[in-house]
């Protein structure tokens, strides 16, 4: 027998997890392997900080995993489609119960002002919350990896010029490698490219001591023990931060 499954959900679910902390809501699946990433990066934070170790002890997560269309390691292709689906995707996330939300995922962050307007809940960004970091960190200037959109759109450079933080990004010749090791991190592959971006990042410590990874795939790539500079990991500090705000009720 077939069954029919419902288009939408015109009520909100009520929140049946561990009432002390707040619902974290995570709009991800951009892509998927970092989505896995970043909760098992929550988990290992609440364990090494708040000392989690029992069910209750954790808060609930509620994970939206949007294959998101009109989207690629390129970029935005068609800029109202994936708006429209990551409205609809935080929607999903509100109405199941989410306190706040956080997205994964850098590029999407162009449209925060827009996804900010339409929810009711707070949606953190990825990057004001990494260049929070490195204000505290007080490094400049700063070397910037990130997808060619990221780059394309300036999303951290516009935010770091707000802050009066100077900064270094890679040559354009250099984009094939990194947009490779992005796809490698996707797929699951491996190939040069993580070499080849290691050089890039070498030549980049010779005028920085600080680099922002600004793409939530290098999560998976590159790590703090690959170079001298001080790694400003994007997904690293989005995690921290959701679950700070989720286990200290006060934080707004």
Known sequence: MAYAMPIRYAFKIESGGNMKYKT?????????????????EMIGYAQ?????????????IIINSLPLQGFDETGVLDRQLVLNQLKKGNRMLENSGS???????NTVHCFIDELRED?????LSIIEET???????????VGILGSETTFQLKLYEK??????????TPGEEHFPAITGLILDVMGGS??????????????????????????????SAIKQSDTTMTVFDSLLIL??????KSMSRGIQ
């Open 24 to 40: 974290i809501g995570v709009l991800g699946g951009m892509g998927p392997v970092t989505s896995a990433n970043f909760y098992s």
């Open 48 to 60: 090494r900080k708040y000392k989690a170790e029992n069910d209750n002890d954790f808060p609930q």
């Open 99 to 105: 306190d706040f939300i956080v997205m994964p995922c």
């Open 119 to 123: 929810a009711n809940i707070p949606i």
């Open 131 to 141: 260049i929070k970091t490195v204000q505290e960190k007080e490094i400049e200037p």
């Open 159 to 168: 935010e770091l010029k707000k802050k009066s933080i100077s900064y270094i």
């Open 190 to 219: 491996r190939s040069g490219n993580r070499d080849k971006v290691l050089d890039i990042i070498r030549g980049m410590s010779q005028s920085s001591e600080g680099l922002i990874l600004g793409c939530t795939e290098l999560h």
């Open 239 to 244: 995690a921290e931060v959701a679950v700070d």
